[in-house]
């Protein structure tokens, strides 16, 4: 009896071992490879590649089921000419959907398409692991670094991993499909050529469906390759071949270029230059000066454009074109950003776009005019000195293909003075309230000046070496108005008229319990000094080595708005 429970206690557990492993080895795991080429800023059908896919990439993670995990690999996204420039930006697992939609936003093609070091990366990724994993692999065009994603796929699948591969083409020209279609092959899975987003979505929901009903998509029909078999004669005889007595040449036409076209709208004059790069590594390949048409090779190409030598540097316009033998591209320079400001901004160092993720500059301008720019979402920048001011960031602008979009900077911050403060300063800053982080500094005076909408923390130096930074108070900068600040607060020592300048003034800002919370040091002078409303004591130094410091003033109540002037 012990016996046979032993048997069927043994029999269960193994039953519910052999469950809970079939249960795991069915966990479902879609690994979405997508193309983030520079060659991803081209347009099919239309409607630029990268914001196709996104689309598409979005609406698929938001509607997959819960109990399907996911991951995303990125590649060609972050550097020019860098075949490993391979990014997983979502890793297997429990897809965090919210992060996996805001890590798809940011994607900004750019570089090389290692279509193959990409697959061995995913399928490194799954191996060992207890998924039945679908890998998806989506591309714009075929591998750009020398090696063959058909092989590698192929020996992948020979070392017995659990994977499938589908390769969706999108927007693929000519025999490039060849390439994709063999490792889709070797992959064990299907091959869609897609030309527009609405095929793209059609395609990646069949392969959803698929994973999420646990079924297997046929692969299309190999090609059958033909035999050839020839059988030798037993008894070969001689026999007679005719001898020609001279050649023809045959004419035939190779492909020759193609041409480019600008189309502009008639307030774009023409630039310093423009250039045709290669949009997987930055090389050049064609430079130019006028609007008119060009002659080009085929080929696909990325825009360079700089509107003046000196005041503007090189900005890459994104999208990506294609040049076909013998026929006419029309490339539309009508993706446009104009800053419209207030009537008291003058003139800045230069404005531009900077990338929100990387902080890069991708554009800079010095004339405050309409000026060409890639389609995005971008950080609005300015920096209205070289030297007397620093970068600012003003806040972001969508720029919308093919229109010009007028952005409006108006947010301002104004110190206004009282009479008895000094013109001269060595700077005034903002500082984040909330992080104490530096957000703009200036050397220009008391000028009003652009900054981004936010609460702050003003800071005061009087001199370089004289004055140490004084924090004269908060203030909100509130979107497209004018914020003023009033500089009235204050204390001044009035001294006899024989008394040489003291080697050092301490205004020691005080609590509700007297204790010190700041202090702000004045040298070599008795001019006022610019500080925050509150409770103060105050110390004097006459000379660094011959005396002590003495407390003039123990404590006195600095109200807002007055200057307190101190006898000595």
């Known amino acids: 009896m012990m016996k046979i429970r032993f048997v069927l206690l043994a029999v269960v557990y193994i039953s519910l071992v052999v469950c809970r492993t079939a249960a795991a080895a069915e966990q479902q795991l879609l690994y979405y490879i997508v193309d983030g080429s520079g060659s991803m800023w081209g347009r099919s059908d239309g409607q630029m590649k990268i914001e196709a896919a996104k689309q598409v990439m979005t609406s698929l993670i938001q509607s997959t089921p819960e109990n399907i995990h996911g991951a995303l690999m990125v590649y060609g996204n972050r550097r020019k000419a860098d075949c490993a420039d391979i990014e997983e930006i979502i890793a297997p697992g429990a897809m965090d959907k919210p992060r996996a939609v805001a890590a798809v936003k940011k994607i900004s093609p750019k570089g090389m398409t290692p279509i193959s070091d990409a697959i061995s990366q995913a399928v490194s990724r799954i191996k060992g692991g207890d998924y039945a994993a679908t890998i998806v692999l989506v591309s714009d065009g075929i591998e750009t670094c020398d090696k063959d994603p058909c092989q590698v796929t192929a020996a992948l699948k020979q070392q ?36 527009n987003a609405a095929e793209l979505l059609s395609a990646l929901n069949q392969i959803k469906e698929a994973v999420i009903e646990k079924r297997e998509m046929a692969a299309p029909a190999a090609t059958p390759v033909p035999v050839v078999v020839s059988t030798p004669d037993a008894s070969p005889t001689p026999f007679e071949q005719k001898l020609s007595q001279g050649s023809q040449s045959i004419r035939i036409k190779a492909s020759g270029p193609g041409r480019i076209l600008l189309e502009a709208d008639s307030w774009l004059d023409a630039p310093y230059y423009w ?27 990325q825009l360079v454009w700089r509107q003046t030598e000196h005041g503007a540097g090189d900005v890459v316009l994104g999208e990506v074109v294609a040049v076909e033998s013998g026929k006419t591209t029309r490339v539309s320079l009508k993706t446009a950003l104009k800053p419209v400001v207030p ?101 220009l005076g008391f000028e009003p000046q652009l900054t981004a909408p936010g609460a702050y923390q003003v800071i005061y130096r009087k001199s370089e070496h004289g004055s140490t930074d004084s924090y004269l108070g908060d203030l909100v900068v509130k979107e497209g108005e004018m914020t003023e600040f009033a500089l009235n607060t204050g204390i001044k020592l009035i001294p006899p008229p024989d008394l040489a300048p003291p080697y050092r003034i301490d205004f020691i800002e005080l609590d509700a319990q007297g204790k010190a919370l700041r202090t702000v040091v004045q040298s070599g002078n008795f001019d006022a000094m610019l500080l925050k409303p509150g409770t103060y004591k105050v110390a004097y130094r006459q000379k660094e080595h011959d005396g002590s410091t003495v407390t003039l003033v123990e404590s006195v109540e600095l109200p807002v708005g007055n200057l307190l002037e101190i006898e000595l």
């Open 160 to 195: 017995g991993i659990n994977f499938v591969m589908h390769v969706v083409g999108f927007g693929i020209r000519g025999s490039e499909s060849k390439q994709l279609e063999c490792a889709a092959q070797a992959g064990g899975g299907r091959y869609f050529s897609t030309a």
């Open 343 to 443: 009537q008291w901004v003058k003139k800045p160092y230069f404005w531009g776009l900077e990338d929100a993720s990387t902080k890069e500059l991708l554009a800079r301008f010095g004339e405050l005019e309409a000026q060409l720019v890639p389609a995005g979402t971008y950080n609005i920048v300015w920096r209205q000195a070289e030297h007397a001011a620093e970068t600012v960031v003003l806040g972001a602008a969508a720029v919308l293909p093919d229109q010009l979009t007028e952005v409006k900077l108006s947010s301002a911050v104004h110190l206004v003075p009282a009479d008895w403060v000094p013109p001269e300063l060595y700077y005034w800053a903002l500082k984040d309230a909330a992080t104490g982080a530096k957000a703009a500094r200036f050397s």
């Open 275 to 301: 250039k045709l790069l290669s949009p997987e590594t930055g090389e050049e390949k064609a430079k130019f000066r006028t609007l008119e048409e060009q002659v080009v090779p085929p080929g696909e190409y």
